[in-house]
């Protein structure tokens, strides 16, 4: 027995339904907080690029917090002043305190919360922060806290296994240019690798979970439209058959 066109409707606001619940669901998955570059020798002070992107469509993101590790210490911050944008390094005390060279460490950085600008749905903006004395290896992993103008947080953490992370490798590099020049080109050479990774991610061919799920709702409206053509075209009524006229009676004589 062929299923009814009511069956057919059912079957397809369900799946209307689920596409629509899966899409809310991915939405904060969506959100990404990268560092530029992933990494870097170990045993000296390096610049990175922090970036955070916005691939929510309903709201501005106006806060990011870098929360760092307790080991290893990270006994300096700076931030490049971004326009809009404020930045707080908030200290932690380190117990015990370390020996650096002639100086004894008693507070490292514990968190940068950098907030009060916007960034809009479908665009990023990006942060110059210094950090150092990098370990002489080992990995930075940096639980981040994306923040919304609606008031939503988006957490990546390294429990959760989707914290951004610094790999630190052995510091063999030989022959290295003098600090001074080394701390000038910095900034700019970081900038340059992340619009470069801008550019590679913008050019990729790949589909992103967004775009694959906008496609499933757009797949969900196809089917609802099929489904309706479909019992339009059932509920219509063949025209009745014109009558077959009977053949005339001939008489003889």
Known sequence: MPASPRS??????????????????????????????????????????????NQRTDTQSNRLEIVFPQSPPIAFAEVKP?????AKI????????????????????????????EVGPGQFEQFLVTLGPL?????????????YTSGATDRFSAAAGNAPVIVVSP??????????VIEANRADQAVAAAEQQAEEQANSG?????????????LAFL?????????????????DPEPTPEPEKVSNG
Not at 82 to 86: C, D, H, K, Q, V
Not at 138 to 145: E, R, S
Not at 223 to 236: C, D, E, F, I, Q
């Open 8 to 53: 057919f409707a059912r079957a397809a606001a369900a799946l209307l339904l689920a596409s629509c619940a899966l899409l809310g669901l991915a939405a904060p998955a969506a959100a990404q907080v990268s560092i530029v570059p992933g990494s870097v020798k170990g045993g000296s002070t390096e610049t990175f690029a922090f970036r955070l992107a």
């Open 223 to 239: 089917v609802v439209a099929l489904v309706g053509l479909r019992t339009h075209l059932l509920h219509r009524r063949a025209p």
């Open 82 to 86: 971004a326009r809009g944008w404020t």
């Open 90 to 117: 908030n200290p932690r005390p380190l117990d015990p305190p370390q020996q650096s060279g002639d100086r004894l460490i008693s507070q490292v950085v514990g968190s940068i919360v950098l907030e009060g600008g």
């Open 206 to 218: 790949g589909i992103t979970p967004f775009a694959f799920l906008w496609g499933v709702l757009g």
């Open 171 to 180: 510091n063999a590099a030989q022959g290295a240019p003098p600090p001074a």
């Open 135 to 147: 370990p002489e290896q080992g990995d930075l992993v940096l639980d981040t806290v994306q923040g």
